[in-house]
């Protein structure tokens, strides 16, 4: 199995994911491509936070136990992102893969 399929696996179906992160209360959705990949467009009621940004995690969540799930474009910076954030000691991260699979409504 590849690299993608693996990550697939591991993800789910992201639309589920974001239902599921829009009833999980205090839960973030956070995108983290680039300020300029999410200016054109988002998955509504995301927040933005590059992976080349993670670190500033507590200005978004303080709470180590907040409910986060991530995306970027095809997964594989969501899943670098959710690395880090585990390793920082966040206990409810998940990566939902890629904005690429959506096929809601974008803002």
């Known amino acids: 199995m590849n690299f993608i399929n693996r990550l697939k696996d591991q993800m789910g179906d992201i639309h589920t994911k974001v239902e599921e992160a829009n009833h999980t209360t205090g839960a973030i959705l956070l995108d983290v491509r680039t300020v300029e990949e999410y200016q054109r467009g988002h998955i509504p009621n995301s927040v933005s936070l ?4 993670i670190g500033e995690i507590d200005k978004i969540a303080s709470d180590e136990k907040t ?3 991530v995306y970027c474009l095809s997964g594989g910076r969501s899943a670098q992102a959710c690395n880090i ?3 920082a000691g966040y206990e409810n991260v998940q990566n939902i893969g890629g904005i690429s699979s959506w096929k809601g409504t974008i803002e």
Do not use: A, G, I
């Open 85 to 87: 954030l585990k390793s």
């Open 50 to 53: 590059p992976l080349d940004r």
């Open 67 to 69: 409910p986060l799930y």
